[in-house]
């Protein structure tokens, strides 16, 4: 059982980092930005930067992962938030939910029943225990 839980908790911790990794888009050390492209500025300063997790849930290849990116004196350096995650090819992939109805109770986005029922209907397979209940996140 020891085993199972410390192969768990690894996994875990490798979803997070993967998953952490994937909300700095572009830094210069790994590739050239595309022209236009919007780069926090501790990213673009090539700066330390420390994200403050709020909530991590992962059910196989899907997460639901609420963060805060903090330069070292633990001030935001950019907007964070909630994101819905998906394991494609190996890595972690942040979903667009621009093409969702627009809710004017929920502008937010905040994970309400309403809420993931639009996102199980637009990612099949989605699962509903990933998401935290309400006034469970922090």
């Known amino acids: 059982m020891k085993t199972f839980k410390a192969a768990l ?3 875990y911790l490798a979803a997070a980092c993967a998953l952490l990794l994937s909300f700095v888009p572009y830094s210069s050390a790994r590739q050239k930005q595309p022209a ?3 780069v926090p500025a501790a990213v673009r300063a090539e700066q330390k930067v420390i994200f403050k997790i709020h909530y991590l849930k992962v059910h196989g290849d899907w997460a639901w992962i609420d963060v805060t990116p903090l330069d070292e004196k633990g001030k935001p350096v950019a907007e964070g938030g909630p994101s819905l995650m998906h394991k494609e090819a190996g ?3 942040a979903m667009d939910l621009s093409g969702l109805p627009d809710d004017p ?7 309400t029943a309403k809420f993931v029922k639009q996102l199980q209907k637009t990612f099949p397979g989605l699962p509903a225990d ?5 006034g469970k996140t922090g």
């Open 9 to 11: 908790t690894m996994s």
């Open 91 to 93: 890595g972690w992939k």
């Open 105 to 111: 109770d929920n502008p937010m986005q905040e994970p």
């Open 130 to 134: 990933i998401f935290p209940r309400a």
């Open 36 to 38: 236009g492209a919007h």
